[in-house]
């Protein structure tokens, strides 16, 4: 089963800016949510941002405002703009497919986290002060 590949981390100073990359199998795109999801050490994970197929997006709350999810339908691509960042953002990020509208649920992370499918390998974000 074709993976979700994640590119894009890097060691950055706080304030700085990183965006990652998400490349998506294909017979994945059109029936799902996409999402990005981080885990620092010795953390619980976390879902930090989704995007359904009409753009609508959600963001966990410590990023609302820093972080921009986006997609490129063409391209099968997810991407997470993330500026301003704080030593907390530090963590490995990965991508994932969660249900359709997930952006509309309530329980935005708690879903996300419980179903989300398609994992890759991660991309290691680091934010030193």
């Known amino acids: 089963q074709a993976q979700f590949v994640e590119s894009g981390g890097g060691s950055v100073e706080a304030g700085g800016s990183l965006r990652l990359s998400c490349a998506v199998p294909?017979?994945?795109?059109?029936?799902?949510?996409m999402v990005w999801i981080r885990q620092a050490a010795n953390k619980e994970r976390e879902a930090v941002a989704g995007i359904d197929s009409d753009d609508n997006t959600k963001y966990t709350a410590s990023v609302e405002g820093r972080f921009t999810i986006s997609k490129d339908d063409a391209q099968f691509t997810v991407y997470l703009q993330m500026d301003s960042l704080k030593p907390e953002d530090t963590a490995m990020y990965y991508c994932?497919?969660?249900?359709?509208?997930?952006?509309?649920?309530?329980?935005?992370?708690?879903?996300?986290?419980?179903?989300?499918?398609?994992w890759g390998q991660g991309t290691q974000v680091s934010v030193f002060s």
């Open positions: 294909a017979y994945r795109w059109n029936a799902h949510c």
């Open positions: 994932a497919a969660a249900p359709a509208g997930c952006t509309r649920r309530p329980q935005f992370e708690e879903l996300v986290l419980v179903t989300a499918t398609g």
